[in-house]
Structures are given as C-alpha cells and as structure tokens.
C-alpha cells in the first residue's frame, strides 16, 4: 500500500461516490474504481461498500481512511508553513451558521475577522440543518442543540434562551399568556420543521413542562420572524438575540417570563472534524469565533 492509494481512499469517503471522487480528482471513474479494487487487492480486504449512490467505509477501511486523514491533514500543514512563511496568513474557511444567529450575532464578527485576514478565503453558508460536514465540504458548522454528535469535536458558544414575546400594540389589545399552555390558544409565530411536532420545553425551577405548538406563522427567516412580531401578528416565540434591541427600545415586550424556554437546544454549539492539524485559517477561525463568544457575551445573547 502506498501513500497515493490511500490518500486515494481518503477521497472517495469524501466525496461520497465514484462520480464526484472522479470529478475533484479530475480523474475518469473507471480510473478511480480501478485504482480503488487495486488496493482492496492489496490489503486482502474489502474497504468500501459501494451502493448506487454513495460508497460506505467497512470497519477496516474506516481505520485507513482515519490514518490517511491525519496524513493528508499533515502534509497540507507542512505545505501552508512553508507557503506562509514570512507572508500573510492564507487559506480558505467554509463555515455553516444558522440564519437567525449568523445574521443578528456572528456577521460582525466574521465581517471583523476578514478584514483581519484578508488573505483567508471565507465562503459562509447560511443553514439551519445539521450538516454531513464531510459531505457538504464544510469546516465549521455552528448550530443550536442539547447534545452534539459524538463523531465532532463539540465546543460549546453559550446557553440559549428565547423569549416568548409581543409587540407593544398586541400587548395593548390582546390576552397575554401567563402559562406556557395559554400558547396554544392565540396566534403564535415560531420555527418550525414541515411534517414534524413542535414541543417546547419550559422550565419553572427544576420543574420541566412540555407543550406541543402549533404555530399560526411559521419560518426559519428570523428576520421576517422578526418583522411578523414588531406588526403585532401574534405571539412570537424565538431567541432572544432576534429581538433583544427591540426589548430595549420598548418597541416588543416579553411574557413568560418567569419560565426559562427551549425549543431545538439549550446551547449553541461550534462543530469540527477531529482531525489532529487542522490547517491554519481553520484554526484561527476556531480561536476567533471562541474568544468572540467569551468576549462578546453570547451567554447574554443566546
């Protein structure tokens, strides 16, 4: 077995099929699948599993693909010291950050973080599901949840909390709840999943209450959440970084409050592949997005 053969398998796990390992090869897929029974041949084993549409690693080949992995994220950190050596630092990040928080928390700071390294290529996609992040080509994923997956290195950016919450005009003419069930009988705006219940978890010291929503106005657009509750819509239930200025202002004003809510997680968590040498632009951005959530008081922010 030599290094190419397994940087080789590396890819096609990657890539997920033949076709697509082909494609960032720049190799026909006869080739790839030649190469790849090579060494299946040479190892006595078999390695992948192939499907119609995606190959699986069998548990030998989930060892070499580890061990090509390390080595391949070796290399490309021996390469960048000798590249950056003496230069600017230079690489390329692709980040996945939920909608609502990329926009109302993180753009400055990765608006801050490009203008520090302006020669790190930053390609930001905006998703609220929990991505393949080998996949979907994605370095760091940062997303809301109670328990991350044990396959990711987890590091956690703070609680969240979510107000339940009203425009100051609703609060004018309309009941207010004053009990988490009371959410069920007037028109609520939240996020929601399309062909999944929706259960809020609220707290009242140690007691846990659960109460299944049906929203009257649901989406992942915090923005547009947002606007559907400054024009007194309903009762909007979202993170309190959505709506914390307008809470200041007077212009929304909160219910509930003496109920601590969750809905999709307690905590918003940074997500990465464990990989021993990650290269530098996605180290920094691993150290930049922490000392901003310590600094930058996501505790408060959710």
Same mark, same amino acid.
């Given at each position: 077995?030599?290094?190419?053969?397994?940087?080789?398998?590396?890819? +096609?796990?990657? $890539?997920?099929?033949?076709?697509?390992?082909?494609?960032?090869?720049?190799?026909?897929? $006869?080739?790839?699948?030649?190469?790849?029974? !090579?060494?299946?041949?040479?190892?006595?084993?078999?390695?992948?599993?192939?499907?119609?549409?995606?190959? @699986?690693?069998?548990?030998?080949?989930?060892?070499?693909?580890?061990?090509?992995?390390?080595? !391949?994220?070796?290399?490309?950190?021996?390469?960048?010291?000798?590249?950056?050596?003496?230069?600017?630092? !230079?690489?390329?990040?692709?980040?996945?950050?939920?909608?609502?928080?990329?926009? &109302?928390?993180?753009?400055?700071?990765?608006? $801050? &973080?490009? *203008? *520090?390294?302006?020669? +790190?290529?930053?390609?930001?996609? &905006?998703?609220?599901?929990?991505?393949?992040?080998? *996949?979907?080509?994605?370095?760091?994923?940062?997303?809301?949840?109670? $328990?991350?997956?044990?396959?990711?290195?987890?590091? @956690?950016?703070?609680?969240?909390?979510?107000?339940a919450c009203v425009s100051r005009d609703y609060a004018s003419r309309a009941a207010l709840p004053e009990h988490p069930d009371d959410l069920q009988k007037g028109p609520l705006l939240c996020a929601a999943v399309?062909?999944?219940?929706?259960?809020?978890?609220? #707290?009242?010291?140690?007691?846990?209450?659960?109460?299944?929503?049906?929203?009257?106005?649901?989406?992942?657009? #915090?923005? &547009?959440?947002r606007q559907a509750i400054l024009e007194g819509l309903g009762v909007g239930l979202v993170p309190d970084y959505v709506v914390r200025q307008d809470v200041e202002r007077g212009d929304v004003v909160t219910v509930?409050?003496?109920?601590?809510?969750?809905? #999709?997680?307690?905590?918003?968590?940074?997500? #990465?592949?464990?990989?021993?040498?990650?290269?530098?632009? +996605?180290?920094?951005?691993?150290?930049?997005?922490?000392?901003?959530?310590?600094?930058?008081?996501?505790?408060?922010?959710?």
């Amino acid at each position: 077995m030599d290094l190419k053969s397994l940087i080789l398998l590396v890819e +096609i796990l990657d $890539a997920g099929n033949l076709s697509e390992a082909a494609r960032r090869l720049k190799m026909t897929r $006869a080739n790839v699948s030649y190469h790849l029974n !090579q060494l299946e041949r040479s190892v006595g084993m078999q390695l992948v599993r192939r499907t119609t549409r995606r190959v @699986e690693p069998t548990e030998l080949g989930m060892k070499l693909y580890r061990h090509g992995r390390s080595i !391949q994220e070796e290399l490309s950190a021996a390469r960048e010291s000798v590249q950056t050596l003496g230069n600017t630092l !230079q690489g390329r990040v692709r980040l996945s950050v939920p909608s609502g928080y990329g926009h &109302f928390v993180m753009a400055p700071w990765l608006l $801050a &973080f490009k *203008r *520090r390294y302006p020669g +790190i290529v930053l390609d930001v996609v &905006f998703n609220n599901s929990v991505d393949d992040l080998v *996949r979907d080509e994605v370095d760091i994923a940062v997303r809301i949840m109670s $328990a991350p997956p044990p396959t990711l290195v987890a590091r @956690e950016l703070g609680p969240m909390r979510y107000y339940a919450c009203v425009s100051r005009d609703y609060a004018s003419r309309a009941a207010l709840p004053e009990h988490p069930d009371d959410l069920q009988k007037g028109p609520l705006l939240c996020a929601a999943v399309i062909g999944r219940p929706l259960r809020l978890s609220a #707290y009242l010291g140690e007691r846990r209450h659960l109460v299944t929503l049906e929203p009257t106005l649901a989406t992942r657009d #915090y923005p &547009f959440m947002r606007q559907a509750i400054l024009e007194g819509l309903g009762v909007g239930l979202v993170p309190d970084y959505v709506v914390r200025q307008d809470v200041e202002r007077g212009d929304v004003v909160t219910v509930l409050n003496d109920w601590r809510l969750s809905i #999709y997680g307690r905590s918003m968590f940074m997500l #990465y592949m464990p990989n021993r040498h990650h290269p530098r632009a +996605i180290s920094t951005m691993i150290e930049y997005l922490l000392e901003c959530a310590r600094g930058g008081d996501v505790s408060a922010a959710g």
